[in-house]
Every structure is written in C-alpha cells, then in structure tokens.
C-alpha cells in the first residue's frame, strides 16, 4: 500500500512537460505547476505569437506572466524525494533472478537470508525469526541461503542423507543401511565431514605452505633479476670504459708514432736540404771558374793568355757527391710493416680474447638454472626423440624403426650421394641438433661407439673417425668394458656393462656425461669442457650385427 502511495505522489508532483518530478516548482495563474525552466522554455518559444498560454488548460496571458519558485509545492516534492529514498530499499528485497527464494513467502518471494539442514528449507529474515525464538528450532543448522538443498535428500526413500558410506563413498540415508548398502562401512556425515575437514585443513596448509615457498621464490627471481641488471650494467659501464682507454692508448699510440714520422722527417729533410745549398753553391762557383776558364780560352795573345794562366786556381775535389747515394722511393715503408705486424698481432688477442669473452658471456649462472639430475626420472625431463639422418648414414650401415635403429650389414645398402655421408667409418649422425640440456638412451649389442660430435666433423678420412677427432667424444662400449676416446686420447673407463647406454648433455654448462643404464643409472664417464657448436649425437661399428637403437623414453 505504501508504495501505492507513493507512486500516487510521484503522478500528483510531475512536471506536465518533462513528466519528471518538478524541479524549483513556479504555479501559473491558472494553478498549474511546472518546472521553472520546463514553463520558461515553453515561452520562449510563443514569444513570437505575442501571447502566452498554460500547456495544460490552454488558457491564455497577453503578456509574459513572472514567474516565483512555488516554496509549499518544493517542501512536498522534497519529502516525496525522501520518502522514495526509504521504500525504494524494498524492491532489493525480493528475489531476483540468481537469488534464493524463501521457500515459505507466498506470491512475490523475498531472498532468503538462510537454510535450515534440518528442515531442508530456505528462509527470508521473517520466516527465519522462530529458529531464533523456538528452542527445538535453534538446534537446527543454518547455512547460507543454498539452492541445492533436494540433493540433501535420499531419491530411492525421500529421507535425508545424514549418513556416509565409506564403501561407496557416497552419502545415505539410514533406511539405505538396511537394503542396498547393508553391511558396509558407515560413518553419521558430521563425523566423515569432521575428518575430510582435517585432510582438507592439512591440503590448505601444504598449499598455503607451497604458496609461502612460491611467493619467497619470486622474491628471490626478482632479486636475481635486479642483480642480473646491476651486474649487466655495471660490465656494460666497465667495458666501455676499458675499451674507450683502449681506444685512447692506441689513439696516443698513433700520434705518438705521427709525431717521430714527423720529426724524422723534418731532420732527414733538414739534412738533405743542407746538403743541397752545398751542392748548389758549389755549382755556383764552378759555373763562375768555367766562365772565367772560357773567358781566358777566347784569349787570342799568346802572351796574355801564359800571363793569366797561372793566375786561375786548380779545381778542388768534391767533397759532396761521392756521399750522396740515391736509393729507391722507400724510407718510411718499414714503419708501415711494423704497424701492419702490431694490427696483425692485435686482432689475433682480439680474437682469441673475444672467445674467451664470449663464452664467460654465455656461461654466466644465475639462481634461474635448475638443480642437475640426480635421478632416472630427473634425467627423463630432459629427454629427446632421436632419430640418425639417412644423409649422412655409411652405405653399410641398414636403418630401421623409423630411423631410430642402425645395424651393420654385411653388403652395401642403396643410398644416394650426398655430401654428408660418412664414406672411412661405419658411422651416422643424428637429424637433431643438440644444445641446453638433453638426455637419451641407446640400447646396443655387439661392439659400438657412441658419440656427440659438431655437424662439421668430415666425412672422409682419419679425420671422420669419431675416436680420434677433435670435434667429437665418443665411448666405446664392448662385451666387458668402455673406452672413452677424444682427438687422440683414450680413457679406460671401470663400471658395469649393460645392454643400455644413458647419455646427458648439458651444452651450455659443457658437462657431457655417459651411465650404465640397468636397475639403476651408474655414472662410467664425465667430461667438462667448452662447446662451441651445437652437437649432433651418433653411433659406429665394427662388425656385421652390431647395432644400436634410441629409445623412445616416456
């Protein structure tokens, strides 16, 4: 009723033109209200008719009425405002869609604020009062409002569920003990709930717990990576300026040797040139003696001639011609040599430095690089799928299981030519190219090698031979014992021979490590060194039979 009322007042206190409650409500004449600015917008637009009218009654004003803010009708619209303001919480009370609805509200439901376990029944906050007040009903157990309540009841006999059957895990009521579930293991519900709360609470904590060590791990990656970011920085700074003094002390270098070019050049010039006004002068004079000598010659006395003769002084030895030696257009040259000869030195520690460089580069640890394998399982998160490239597969040498398996022929099998087939040994690579971390296994009878080697590793000759190459490691495995080989070295290696070979390859780490591989893993060989190129892994033989396998590991 009270919003009956309500929505009465709201129709009695609208502005006639924008059908909204009156805003600074004014009155006309007539005694029709309107909002201030609704009735001044009106007008303005009859200005041009010269007369003025009441939108609702059409009554007529030959001149503009002033209008006032009507205080009586504004103080009511005001409460009405309020008193919408109060009902209005009302309409959130009925259930909406997404709601529980109070199971006992008759015609619109309001939401349920609870249920009750016992009465299978869901409750607004007046329905709810008894199990408040009644002493039998306050036993009752309340929940949140919940829309699953039926699944609370036994389908077959229309009983609650208060019971649990351990057998089935499965919750019954008590008249299922006696038929279907008779003679299982029952628990009451409560007591099956109070210890599944126990291995939930101890679930939460060991997840709380994971949570805990999760989040103090990301700490410590963001610590590692502020680290990483100083440290990188840092090396930036410092390498910049170790190779900005570089650059200046060969730039000092380089003036210092412009500046005794200069300077020998200068002095070497200064002493030609000396030597030149001598010689020039000296042409001076004796160009001055062959004129005279000429002058006497075209004396045509006898007596005048003899007269003068002896007066002329003898010619003097050169003391300047015979030390000048004219040599080839070469007099700085061997400063070029020693120059190209320090540039040629330079770049070779420039680059044997810059791999060393390089590689500290590439090896720098930080707190991201998992702990190594310990176990088989560890190791078979590294694993990889295998299989020998046909391209590069000796012509005796027959592969099978989808490239998986090589075995050793006794006649030659058909393969086309290709640059990458080994033709000395009977060997074969793989198609994958192996770098980070890799794990894989080899099951093999007879006698043969295993081994990693680079992709560029020849394919003729004694340099193809897997044993006794610089760009490969290989273990031979025969019927009672290992051989490791590497560029002309070769290891006895002790441990129990099996028909399954482990092999791990961690190539940024150059950890290269071979296991027997049986019940358990036992570690035979372990190499530490410097990978330069991604490894391909590979097999040799020896006789007709042998073969080796890689396994597909789950």
């Known amino acids: 009723m009270a919003q009956t009322g309500v929505q009465t007042d709201r129709e009695r206190f609208s502005c006639s033109i924008c059908l909204d409650l009156l805003k600074d409500p004014v009155t006309t004449a007539c005694g029709h209200s309107y909002c201030m600015n609704c009735i001044k917008d009106f007008w303005d637009g009859e200005d041009q008719k010269g007369t003025y009218s009441c939108p609702q009654c059409r009554e007529t004003f030959r001149e503009r009425p002033i209008l006032k803010k009507n205080t009586l009708i504004a103080e009511l619209v005001e409460d009405l405002k309020k008193s919408r303001a109060k009902a209005a919480p009302a309409d959130h009370c009925y259930a909406g869609p997404g709601d529980v609805a109070c199971d006992v509200c008759t015609g619109r439901k309001m939401k349920a604020t609870k249920s009750c376990l016992v009465c299978l029944v869901s409750y607004c906050e007046n329905h709810l009062q008894p199990h408040y007040d009644v002493p039998v009903l306050k036993k009752h157990k309340l929940v949140d409002p919940s829309e699953n309540l039926q699944q609370s009841i036994c389908s077959r006999h229309d009983e609650v569920m208060k019971i649990f059957c351990r057998t089935d895990q499965q919750c019954i009521c008590y008249l299922c003990t006696m038929d279907e579930h008779k003679g299982h293991e029952t628990v009451p519900a409560a007591a099956e709930r109070d210890e599944k709360q126990k291995k939930l609470q101890e679930s939460r904590q060991q997840i709380q717990q994971r ?180 391209n590069t597969a000796s012509s005796d040498l027959l592969l099978s299981e989808g490239n998986r398996k090589a075995t050793k022929m006794n006649k030659k099998q058909f393969y086309f030519d290709h640059p990458d087939r080994f033709t000395a040994y009977f060997q074969v690579l793989s198609k994958e190219s192996l770098t980070g971390r890799c794990y894989w296994e080899v099951e093999w009878e007879g006698e043969i090698e295993v081994a990693v080697s680079y992709k560029s590793i020849s394919r003729s000759g004694d340099e193809s031979d897997f044993r006794y190459c610089d760009k490969s490691w290989s273990l031979y495995c025969g019927t009672y014992s290992y051989t490791f080989f590497h560029n002309d070295d070769q290891i006895c290696v002790s441990g129990p021979v099996s028909s399954r070979l482990g092999v791990y390859l961690d190539h940024t780490a150059g950890i290269l490590s071979f296991y027997s591989v049986s019940e358990t893993m036992t570690l035979l060989h372990r190499v530490q060194t410097t990978f330069t190129e991604p490894l391909h892994t590979g097999v040799g033989f020896y006789d007709d039979g042998n073969s080796a396998e890689f396994i597909k590991l789950t």
């Open 211 to 390: 949570i805990q060590d999760r989040e103090e791990d990301v700490k410590l990656l963001q610590q590692e990576v502020e680290a990483i970011n100083v440290s990188a920085d840092n090396t930036v700074e410092d390498s910049e300026r170790i190779f900005t003094e570089l650059i200046r002390l060969l730039q000092t270098r380089s003036s210092e040797v412009k500046q005794q070019i200069r300077s020998q050049q200068e002095t070497e010039v200064s002493r030609v040139k000396d030597v030149q006004e001598k010689l020039e002068q000296e042409i001076t004079e004796l160009k001055t003696k062959d004129a005279e000598l000429e002058q006497l010659s075209h004396t045509e006395d006898h007596n005048q001639f003899l007269l003068n003769y002896p007066s002329l002084p003898e010619l003097s030895e050169s003391t300047h011609s015979s030390s000048i030696n004219v040599r080839p257009v070469r007099h700085f040259e061997d400063v070029t040599a020693a120059v190209s000869e320090l540039r040629d030195k330079l770049q070779d520690v420039l680059r044997d430095s810059w791999t060393n460089v390089s590689l500290t580069v590439i090896e720098v640890d930080v707190l991201l690089s998992e702990p190594k394998p310990k176990t088989r399982t560890d190791f078979f998160k590294y694993s990889r799928k295998i299989t020998l490239d046909p």
